[in-house]
């Protein structure tokens, strides 16, 4: 139909200045757009077409079609292409408004891609010579830049849809090397790469701290995570949902690092990346550690007071044990602990309205209410761990040198007073003869005497 008109509108001699297109099935304005290259066109009518049902109907005709003075038989007011213009650029905005939010989309699409393969190049699930190839791939953003099977990047691919080409040449421009994702939407932190947990180093506004209420973190190491999480309760005190996917979650001894947050109502642990999981008494591990906290759930799944019983009975006893085994030093700095964390909830606590402290007064005493016993089995991270044992060492180093030195000097006193008894007797001998003989002839020895005493003036 499009030709069609086009050929009618460039016919030699012909000027149409009315144009009626009754019961001709126009759906769409694309397929008669032409029209609007017609200088002489005037008045145009498209009662009984499909399109005149449109809500865009009017505005669109009238911004594409400037020449026209009547519309469907009707005179086309100076209001009414006002109108048009302005629906028109709320339109344009719109438009450009989708486009970027479908940039930010598949910016983000390809970043996370691009931490996925990252990775699983650490966890070694592909070969180097995969990467590489996937890293000349990336330079293409048609092509999904990470195409591994088995790794966890395709859960994350996402359909692109039809993008045009102004967003499309907008997509050369995108960086696929970022190495982490910060994102913030609505409720929810998401950290994405062990870089996003630089995030928690920034000034965060009042209003976003306080809105966050779930954390989730991905493709990061959990002895990493362990690290920042006293920033976490100091920059997000409202966070009560904690997430966890590719984190390396692999012993239950992980958990005990939780304790030191200030409060943590879920907790969510993906199967995927954490093989801690597939462990069937992990959850009553969780709930029997972070009891002070009251947990309502665990992976979407809610909490009984049975599960609390379980969890009591399968661990009470390992706490029981780890805080008998030990050493006393290390159990008065638990207790230590224990009572810095119940005076900083009293400290936090006074001086507050009536109001407000009964509010926060279920807080205060999940945070105060940690047991001692259960406070003794605390997690160090593997490099926390192998920094102690390069510390020991070299202790060990030097008390060993220090020994040996002591060693070597008691030998040596040893070796110099045993020669001395072998040699003493003779010595006292020769000292009591030479007395004997240097005081024999008293008026020679007090001339000496006196010679002595002269020298020394």
């Given amino acids: 139909m499009k030709a069609f008109w086009k050929h009618v509108l460039t016919a ?13 099935k126009v759906s769409c304005f694309e397929s008669v757009c032409c029209l609007a290259d017609s ?66 989309k598949e910016k983000k699409r390809l970043t996370i891609n691009n931490v996925a393969r990252r990775w699983d190049l650490q966890q070694h699930r592909i070969s180097n010579i995969a990467a590489d190839q996937d890293g000349r791939d990336s330079d293409s953003p048609s092509q999904d830049p990470c195409q591994n099977d088995g790794s966890t990047v395709s859960a994350f691919q996402e359909e692109t849809g039809s993008l045009d080409s102004g967003l499309t ?84 001894q992980q958990f005990n690092a939780l304790a030191q947050l200030r409060r943590v109502d879920q907790l969510t642990v993906d199967p995927q990346g954490n093989p801690v999981v597939s462990f069937i008494l992990w959850k009553y591990y969780v709930l029997f550690r972070l009891s002070h906290f009251s947990m309502q759930k665990i992976n979407g799944t809610e909490v009984t007071q049975n599960d609390m019983i379980m969890a009591e009975r399968l661990f009470g006893i390992l706490a029981h044990v780890a805080s008998s085994e030990l050493p006393p030093y290390r159990l008065i700095s638990v207790l230590g602990d224990a009572r810095k964390k119940q005076f900083r909830c009293l400290l936090e606590t006074k001086g507050r309205k009536p109001g407000i402290v009964s509010e926060e007064n279920d807080d205060s005493k999940r945070l105060a209410g940690e047991n001692t016993n259960r406070a003794a089995l605390h997690y160090t991270t593997r490099d926390l761990y192998h920094e102690k044992l390069e510390e020991i060492k070299e202790k060990k180093k030097f008390c060993k040198m220090y020994i040996e030195d002591l060693v070597k000097e008691a030998t040596e006193i040893n070796m110099k007073n045993e020669a001395l008894q072998k040699l003493w007797p003779q010595m006292f001998i020769e000292l009591v003869r030479d007395a004997v003989i240097e005081v024999r002839n008293k008026n020679s020895y007090m001339k000496l005497c006196l010679q002595h005493i002269t020298d020394q003036k």
């Fill in 39 to 104: 200088t002489s066109l005037s008045d145009i009518t498209f009662d009984g077409n499909p399109i005149a049902q449109e809500s865009w109907y009017k505005h669109t005709v009238l911004q594409n079609m400037m020449q026209l003075r009547q519309l469907d038989m009707k005179r086309v007011t100076e209001e009414e292409r006002r109108m048009a213009s302005v629906v028109a650029k709320k339109e344009e905005e719109k438009k450009r408004e989708s486009q970027k939010q479908s940039l930010l």
């Fill in 169 to 252: 040449s907008a997509l050369q421009g995108l960086s696929v090397t970022d190495t982490h994702l910060v994102e913030v939407d609505g409720d929810t932190l998401s950290l994405y790469g062990s870089g996003a947990l630089e995030c928690l180093d920034r000034n965060w506004s009042v209003q976003t701290a306080g809105m966050v209420t779930t954390v989730s973190f991905t493709f990061i190491e959990f002895d990493e995570i362990v690290q920042v999480l006293p920033k976490l309760k100091l920059k997000f005190p409202n966070s009560l949902h904690l997430k966890f996917k590719e984190t390396n979650l692999v012993m239950l």
């Fill in 12 to 24: 030699p001699g012909q000027q149409h200045r009315v144009v009626f297109l009754f019961l001709v």
